[in-house]
C-alpha cells in the first residue's frame, strides 16, 4: 500500500514562487505524477518523474528524492490562473494502480 | 478532437437502482481507469484496465462493476448504488500504463 501526504492548502502572491512538496511511503516505487486540477474540472497533467532530480517544465518544475519519499512541485511566477488544487500521484512498482495523495489547493491573491 | 467522454454528467437516482457511467476514448489508448473524487479523500481507483477484457481491482473496487469489451469504452456499473456512493467519478485513459493520463470531464452522481 502507499500512504501519500501533501498540505492542504497554501497561498500565494501573484508573481511570486511557491513550493508543494509531496512525501510518499510505498513498498515499491515507480514513478510520480503531478497533476492540476482547477475547481469543477477534470486534473490535467504537469510533470512526471521516475528518476532523481529537477524536471523543468516553463513555469513549472517538479523535483523527486527516490531515497527521502519526497517530491516538490515548484510554480514561478504565479498568475491568476494558478489557482487550483495540485495533486501528487504515485505509481506501483508491482500491479499496476496509481495512488493520488489528497491534493493541495493553491489560492493565488493579486 | 482527443478526449475522455463520459455520459451522464450529472445524475441524481434512488438507492437500489441499477445505473451506468459510459466512458468512451478516442484514442486507442490501452489503459482506462475509474476514480472518485470525494472531499478530504482525494481521488481513489476503483477500477483498472490493462486492455480489453483485463480489468482488476483498483483501492475502493465494492460496490461496483466494470467491463471492457472493446478498447475505446469502460463503463462503471452499479449494481444496487447506496447513498455512500454518491460521488464526482473520472474515467481516464492513457496509451499504456505509466503514461500520463487524459480525464473526462466527471460524472457527478447522488445516490438518494
Known amino acids: 500500500g502507499q500512504n501519500i501526504d501533501q498540505p492542504t492548502e497554501m497561498t500565494a502572491t501573484e508573481g511570486a514562487i511557491v513550493q508543494i512538496n509531496c512525501t510518499y511511503q510505498?513498498?515499491?516505487?515507480?514513478?510520480l505524477f503531478w497533476y492540476q486540477q482547477h475547481a469543477g474540472e477534470a486534473p490535467t497533467f504537469l510533470s512526471y518523474?521516475?528518476?532523481?532530480g529537477l524536471e523543468e517544465k516553463g513555469r513549472f518544475s517538479s523535483f523527486l528524492s527516490r531515497s527521502k519519499g519526497y517530491s516538490y512541485l515548484l510554480l514561478k511566477e504565479l498568475q491568476m490562473k494558478d489557482s487550483a488544487s495540485y495533486l501528487c500521484?504515485?505509481?506501483?512498482?508491482?500491479?499496476?494502480?496509481?495512488?493520488f495523495g489528497g491534493g493541495t489547493r493553491v489560492l493565488v491573491k493579486p | 478532437e482527443a478526449q475522455v467522454t463520459q455520459n451522464p454528467r450529472y445524475l441524481i437516482t434512488v438507492t437500489g437502482k441499477k445505473l451506468t457511467v459510459t466512458c468512451s476514448q478516442n484514442?486507442?489508448?490501452?489503459?482506462m481507469s475509474w476514480y472518485r473524487q470525494d472531499p478530504g479523500l482525494g481521488l481513489r481507483q476503483i477500477y483498472y484496465?490493462?486492455?480489453?477484457?483485463?480489468?482488476d481491482k483498483g483501492d475502493v473496487p465494492e460496490g461496483y462493476k466494470v467491463s471492457r469489451k472493446e478498447k475505446r469504452n469502460f463503463p462503471l456499473i452499479l449494481e444496487s448504488p447506496s447513498p455512500n456512493q454518491t460521488s464526482l467519478y473520472f474515467c481516464?485513459?492513457?496509451?499504456?500504463?505509466?503514461?500520463?493520463?487524459?480525464f473526462g470531464d466527471g460524472t457527478r452522481l447522488s445516490i438518494l
Open positions: 510505498t513498498s515499491g516505487f515507480n514513478g
Open positions: 484514442m486507442n489508448h490501452e489503459y
Open positions: 500521484a504515485v505509481r506501483e512498482a508491482a500491479g499496476n494502480k496509481l495512488t
Open positions: 481516464a485513459s492513457s496509451l499504456t500504463w505509466g503514461q500520463p493520463q487524459h
Open positions: 484496465s490493462m486492455n480489453v477484457e483485463v480489468t
Open positions: 518523474n521516475v528518476l532523481d
